[in-house]
């Protein structure tokens, strides 16, 4: 009756505001010392990830004001330069025309890209069969192909999202093929016997479990596509970013040439930062589940 009425009033005691129990103490001591590395490795990221870029253009500045070389202008001459093309005067004649067809390519081929790699993930008679052209065609630099877009489609805008359609399409596809393949036959073999529909199977469990790859794809094909941008800008065009470019070297206007590379690695910055933040949202769960991020 002693012992007994002893751990009753520990447990008592425990409920109401005593000593925990030892588990929840290591519990808690645990997680008290592992949130502040936790923080610190996070603040250092963000110090480091700002503290860099900043060295690196301050060095850059410093120097670029005393190389005197031609091909290497003094920072504030570009930036007075940046200021005076590209805010506000150029975005409508060259950068918008530039966004959009870039845009317009790499919807394309995510559409492609996923419905068409969903089917090959899901068909191994499917994607055996056509293995052999996705292999050929994805060896082809889209470069390549800008003589054979101008003679199919002209000058116009068709030619340039057609190349960089093609370009972007590949990493999109192939990730999609890994991801659909990587689902889990448990999952599929268990939505099939509790006879869940073809159209719930795919959209429930198909897509959400391969989407962290298909966004793998999404991100590779973006920066390719600024690439492709460019380059089809840089052949039989009148506008545009990679335009501009070429005819700011062609006329040896070297600080007004500098400006459009530092434009175009604002803009892919600017992407990415986007697209980072979109898929964010998107794969919260996945963020959750890897729960390393912190390491």
Known sequence: MTERSEGTSAALAGGRGGPAPREQRVTATATRRGGGPAVARRLLGIALQLVVPAAILLGFWAWSERAESFFFPPA???AGFFGELWLFDRVPT?????????????????????????????????????????????????PALIPFALLLFGAGDASKVFIIALGTLWPILLNTIDGVRGVESQQLE????????ARARLTRIVLPAASPRIFAGLR???????????????????NGVGYFVLESQRS????????????????????NWLFLLVESRMLFWHRGLKGNDDA
């Open 76 to 78: 504030s001459e570009i």
């Open 190 to 197: 268990a939505a099939r016997s509790y006879q869940i529909p």
């Open 252 to 271: 040896f206007a070297i600080p007004e040439m500098w400006t459009g590379i530092v434009l175009l690695g604002v803009l892919g910055f600017v992407l």
């Open 94 to 142: 060259d950068v918008l025309p530039s966004l959009g067809r870039m845009f317009a390519g790499y919807a394309i081929a995510a559409a492609l890209g996923i419905a068409v790699g969903t089917a090959l993930g899901m068909s191994r008679m499917l994607r055996t069969a056509v293995d052999p052209i996705v292999q050929f065609l994805r060896a082809l630099p889209p």
């Open 220 to 238: 590779t094909s973006l920066s390719i596509g600024i690439i492709l941008m460019v380059v089809s800008e840089m052949v039989a065009s009148d």
